[in-house]
Structure formats: C-alpha cells, structure tokens
C-alpha cells in the first residue's frame, strides 16, 4: 500500500531521445491532482539540460545516472514513458528501498514481448528513417509516429525542433540510446504497487506488450482507446486523474 502522510515526490522519465520539455501539459496536470506534490523531470544524459554528456549504452547506466539527478531522502514514485519504463523497471528492482511505485506507459521488455511486438512491424521503414533524416525531419517523424492527437501540430513541432537546435542529441548518444532499449530484459519481478497504461491505439509499441507487463506481474492496467505512443503529450488531463484515481485507491 502506499502512504499519503507525507508529499507525494514523482519523478518523470522520458523516453528515447526526449527530454523533460517533451512532457508538455502533462506536469502542470499532475501537478493539479496532487497539490503538495515534488515532481522532479531529470534528463537522461545526451538528452536536454545533459546534451553535452554521452548517453550510456545501458539502461543500468542510465538508472545510476539519473539516481544522482535526484533527491533520495524520500521513496520515489515514477512516472515512466516507453524507454523511460524500462529504467523504471530496472530502478525498482535493484534499488526497491528508493522506490514507492510505478506508472509505466506504452512500454515494453524482453522476453516478455516479442520484437514484433515491441516495436510494430509497421514502424520498422519510419525508424530506420530516422538515421538517415536532418535534426528536424527527425523531429516531424517522431511526431507523426508517437502522436495520434497532434501528429500534424505546426506549432509544436517548431518547438521540437526548437528543443533539438538548443540540445542537440548527438549521434552517437542517440544510438546507445537505441542499443539500450533492445538489449533491456527483465530479470526480476518488482516488489512495489505498479500500474500500467497503454494506448490501444498506440503505432509504434504494440498494447499487448503492456498487457503481458499486467499478466506476468500481475499488476493494475488501465487502457486508452485513441491516444498514440506519447500518451502524455495526447492525453495529459486524463493520465494525470487516472494515477490519482489509483493512488486513492491504493492509500492504506
């Protein structure tokens, strides 16, 4: 169960080449849901305020390195998007102790989900794309595939693209970002009240890898029928209300 005797302390991650920009309306919704909250947005390095840093090759290397980014005195409760889920996983098993619980959000493992799974086969052309494409075609291809809400939003995709030009991910972080989350695979079952969310309609990480995460581990699961991959960025409002519904529920 989790306690609500003292401030809630949330900690975001992102995912792939993302930085705490990327949430976009979703902090401020959260925020409203809970008042007295601390909620920390801590960088992967090679991405954001951390571009000038090499990202690692490893989830391990990017849970040990985002630890340093925050405060410990209190257990955490994550909010994790995709890859950022991965390192949630990783975070809550080999340091329980600093971990109260965890969101994950349209994220995925080995071996739990086939890679076929993990990433849809029909996003295979457009990420291999991305490679090949400038700064800021990359920008309007990731937006294209992640949102089903805002896939054609000029004005936010001149902020993306904004972001990149200020806090360029240099290639060689964006690809051990990549390497990390194919080599990521699950070890052991986490200890802590976990929720999942997914997007059903999400094109680029197939639902039924947040649904064998829910049946292996036998955890809460809430489903979103339109929102794409970035559900943050879709659906704020309604994944803010959805974690406090969650957390009333789960306050011993």
């Known amino acids: 169960m989790v306690s609500m005797n003292r401030p809630a302390h949330f900690v975001l991650l992102r995912g792939l080449w993302r930085e705490a920009r990327h949430w976009g309306e979703f902090p401020a919704q959260l925020q409203q849901q809970f008042p007295g909250a601390l909620i920390g947005m801590p960088d ?25 980014q925050v405060d410990l005195s209190q257990p955490i409760r994550l909010v994790a998007l995709s890859m950022g889920g991965m390192i949630a996983i990783d975070w809550m098993t080999r340091y329980p102790a600093e971990i ?19 990433l849809r086969w029909t996003a295979y052309p457009h990420v291999l794309s991305l490679i090949f494409h400038s700064a800021e075609q990359r920008e309007a291809d990731i937006l294209r595939l992640t949102s089903n809400r805002y896939s054609h939003d000029g004005k936010l995709l001149q902020n993306w693209q904004q972001w990149q030009r200020q806090n360029p991910v240099s290639p060689i972080s964006a690809k051990n970002q990549l390497l990390a989350a194919m080599r990521f695979s699950v070890t052991a079952k986490p200890q802590q009240p976990l929720l999942v969310v997914t997007s059903r309609s999400d094109r680029l990480v197939d639902y039924r890898c947040s649904q064998k995460l829910m049946q292996t581990w036998n955890a809460d699961y809430v489903e979103h029928e339109s929102a794409g991959h970035d559900l943050p960025l879709d659906e704020p409002g309604w994944l803010a209300e959805i974690i406090q519904r969650w957390f009333t529920a789960a306050i011993d």
């Open 44 to 68: 992967i390095p090679g991405n954001g305020l951390r571009n000038h840093e090499t990202s690692p090759d490893t989830i391990v290397g990017m849970t040990d390195a985002l630890r340093q």
């Open 100 to 118: 109260e619980t965890a969101v994950l959000i349209n994220t995925s493992a080995r071996p739990l989900s086939p890679f076929y799974h993990r």
